[in-house]
């Protein structure tokens, strides 16, 4: 992605777990975010342009970006666990990557869904400076509330022409947390064409 991506194995709860790290320009780093990708029955990897464009956002605003194969996926050990072992695997590599100081989580399509059980997780011990989701899952798992305190702090995206995960869902979902969403007019489920917009609406959201 860039003359500074590391390629790193780390550990999760089925083996060793593919990934890598994107450092910013110079020593002034925001803190790390970790960002998860879709689905990985359905081609789904850390090489996905939408969580590719995640990264360079991030890194662009001096963040560390760390992408990572879920199970099965690439190196990654393990099989699919529906999303279950997908987020411990998210908290191992939290663990290993983001121990101290910032922390940002992003993720698209099932990696949205994935993410949002890791806030739960973590809690009131670790609430991250910021929280993209993209394309969240919303008609085809069951995703976490978002904490209220981390509204302010959240950018949750979707195309308003999505026909695999329908915009409708994730205002279903959104609507009794009083969480807004940023609709792309004309946007699919993978933003095509539309990738430079997504990037620019992340950067804005860490800027702001």
Same mark, same amino acid.
């Given at each position: 992605?860039?003359?500074?991506?590391?390629?790193?194995?780390? =550990?999760?709860? #089925?083996?060793?777990?593919e +990934? $890598?790290?994107?450092?910013p320009? !110079?020593?002034? %780093?925001?803190?790390? &975010? @970790?960002?998860?990708?879709?689905?990985?029955?359905?081609?789904g990897?850390?090489?996905?342009?939408?969580?590719?464009?995640l990264?360079?956002?991030?890194?662009?605003c001096?963040w560390?970006?760390?992408r990572?194969?879920?199970?099965?996926?690439?190196?990654?050990?393990?099989a699919?666990?529906?999303g279950?072992?997908?987020?411990?695997?998210?908290?191992?590599?939290?663990? =290993?990557?983001? #121990?101290?100081?910032?922390? +940002? $989580?992003?993720g698209?399509?099932? !990696?949205a869904f %994935?993410t949002?059980? &890791? @806030?739960?997780?973590?809690?009131d011990?670790r609430?991250?400076?910021?929280?993209?989701?993209?394309?969240t899952?919303?008609?085809?798992?069951?995703v976490?509330?978002?904490?209220?305190?981390?509204?302010?702090?959240?950018?949750?995206?979707?195309?308003?022409?999505d026909?695999?995960?329908?915009?409708a869902s994730?205002?279903d979902?959104?609507?009794?947390?009083?969480?807004?969403?940023?609709?792309?007019?004309?946007?699919?489920h993978f933003?095509?064409?539309?990738?430079?917009?997504?990037?620019s609406l992340?950067?804005?959201?860490?800027?702001?």
């Amino acid at each position: 992605m860039n003359p500074a991506t590391q390629s790193i194995r780390l =550990q999760g709860e #089925a083996g060793a777990v593919e +990934a $890598l790290m994107d450092l910013p320009p !110079g020593e002034d %780093v925001q803190g790390t &975010v @970790v960002i998860a990708h879709p689905h990985p029955l359905f081609g789904g990897s850390m090489h996905n342009k939408v969580v590719q464009t995640l990264a360079r956002a991030f890194v662009q605003c001096g963040w560390r970006a760390v992408r990572f194969q879920f199970r099965g996926v690439g190196a990654s050990e393990g099989a699919h666990d529906e999303g279950r072992g997908e987020a411990r695997d998210m908290l191992r590599v939290i663990e =290993q990557v983001a #121990a101290q100081g910032p922390l +940002a $989580l992003a993720g698209f399509s099932f !990696g949205a869904f %994935v993410t949002s059980h &890791v @806030v739960q997780a973590l809690g009131d011990q670790r609430l991250p400076q910021s929280v993209v989701l993209v394309g969240t899952a919303a008609s085809r798992f069951e995703v976490a509330p978002l904490p209220q305190v981390l509204h302010d702090r959240c950018l949750v995206v979707h195309g308003e022409q999505d026909d695999t995960v329908p915009l409708a869902s994730v205002l279903d979902w959104a609507r009794p947390q009083s969480l807004p969403i940023t609709v792309i007019p004309g946007g699919e489920h993978f933003f095509h064409g539309q990738l430079p917009l997504l990037k620019s609406l992340v950067i804005r959201h860490l800027k702001s």
